[in-house]
């Protein structure tokens, strides 16, 4: 028991120091994130001399599984609330908007009295204005949601390949056939968080472009009935569009 905390507590304080905490150092052909670096950590202290067991194997096997599971919950908690934030922000500034408008209807005191102290006492958060404090807190950008796809083509074929050549070394004797299906199923249960991502990272790059080609709707307003120039130069929205998906890939190549 002892040694599975050995293996799995570094993995879970990354869990719940940081969600998406980048690792200090990295490498271009690395691992980008720190919760990926300990995973990978983890898996090979499973097998490590100095703490794997040949009687437990079947157990060590399965603290190795559990991690892999254990950072693809931590990974799809990640893409939910990237995918969530942006709509619960809007939503929270909305009701914001509506509060200070309904508060500026209202009359005001007019005793100095009740001015003095309104202004001594500090202002109270409202549930909703917490709650989306705490949401920020949490909050995953969009570079820290690439990082997290490149770790996960990088991790796929890695933790096959490594768990194989562990039960190589620690367990030569045995088929390896059922522990590695084992192995696969876990993987392409993380595998499944790819399309995820790229849903996730579709919807958020495209929403401003989207916003933009409602210019569209103006150009038979522009040119119905006038003596304008046939254009040549493109329209605004075509340059906003442009350029806000060339400065998107052009910092994140």
Same mark, same amino acid.
């Given at each position: 028991?002892?040694?599975?905390?050995?293996?799995?507590?570094?993995?879970?304080?990354?869990?719940?120091?940081?969600?998406?905490?980048?690792?200090?150092?990295?490498?271009?052909?690395?691992?980008?994130?720190?919760?990926?670096?300990?995973?990978?950590?983890?898996?090979?202290?499973?097998? =490590?001399?100095? !703490?794997? /067991?040949?009687?437990?194997?079947?157990?060590? +096997?399965? @603290?190795?599984?559990? $991690? &892999? %599971?254990?950072?693809?919950?931590?990974?799809?908690?990640?893409?939910?609330?990237?995918?969530?934030?942006?709509?619960?922000?809007?939503?929270?500034?909305?009701?914001?908007?509506?509060?200070?408008?309904?508060?500026?209807?209202?009359?005001?005191?007019?005793?100095?009295?009740?001015?003095?102290?309104?202004?001594?006492?500090?202002?109270?958060?409202?549930?909703?204005?917490?709650?989306?404090?705490?949401?920020?807190?949490?909050?995953?950008?969009? =570079?820290?949601? !690439?990082? /997290?796809?490149?770790?996960?083509?990088?991790? +796929?074929? @890695?933790?096959?390949? $490594? &768990? %194989?050549?562990?039960?190589?070394?620690?367990?030569?004797?045995?088929?390896?056939?059922?522990?590695?299906?084992?192995?696969?199923?876990?993987?392409?249960?993380?595998?499944?968080?790819?399309?995820?991502?790229?849903?996730?990272?579709?919807?958020?790059?495209?929403?401003?472009?989207?916003?933009?080609?409602?210019?569209?709707?103006?150009?038979?307003?522009?040119?119905?009935?006038?003596?304008?120039?046939?254009?040549?130069?493109?329209?605004?929205?075509?340059?906003? !569009?442009?350029?806000?998906?060339?400065?998107?890939?052009?910092?994140?190549?």
């Amino acid at each position: 028991q002892i040694r599975f905390q050995e293996v799995a507590r570094p993995l879970e304080e990354v869990f719940d120091k940081n969600l998406m905490q980048a690792t200090q150092g990295e490498t271009a052909d690395g691992p980008k994130l720190e919760a990926t670096v300990q995973l990978i950590a983890a898996v090979n202290n499973c097998f =490590s001399p100095s !703490i794997f /067991l040949r009687p437990l194997a079947g157990r060590f +096997l399965k @603290l190795a599984l559990q $991690c &892999i %599971a254990r950072y693809r919950v931590w990974a799809e908690k990640a893409i939910q609330i990237f995918d969530n934030v942006k709509g619960e922000n809007e939503v929270g500034d909305e009701s914001l908007k509506k509060k200070r408008e309904e508060e500026g209807g209202m009359k005001r005191s007019s005793t100095s009295t009740s001015l003095s102290k309104d202004k001594g006492e500090p202002l109270k958060k409202s549930t909703s204005a917490q709650a989306l404090a705490d949401v920020k807190e949490t909050r995953v950008t969009l =570079s820290q949601v !690439i990082l /997290l796809h490149s770790d996960l083509e990088l991790l +796929l074929p @890695l933790l096959h390949s $490594c &768990i %194989a050549s562990h039960l190589r070394i620690t367990l030569p004797d045995l088929n390896h056939s059922e522990p590695l299906s084992a192995v696969s199923e876990a993987i392409s249960s993380v595998s499944s968080l790819l399309p995820l991502i790229n849903d996730a990272l579709v919807r958020t790059i495209t929403a401003s472009p989207l916003k933009q080609i409602k210019g569209v709707l103006e150009i038979p307003r522009m040119y119905r009935r006038t003596n304008r120039e046939p254009p040549r130069k493109p329209c605004p929205y075509v340059v906003n !569009i442009s350029t806000s998906l060339a400065t998107f890939a052009s910092s994140n190549t």
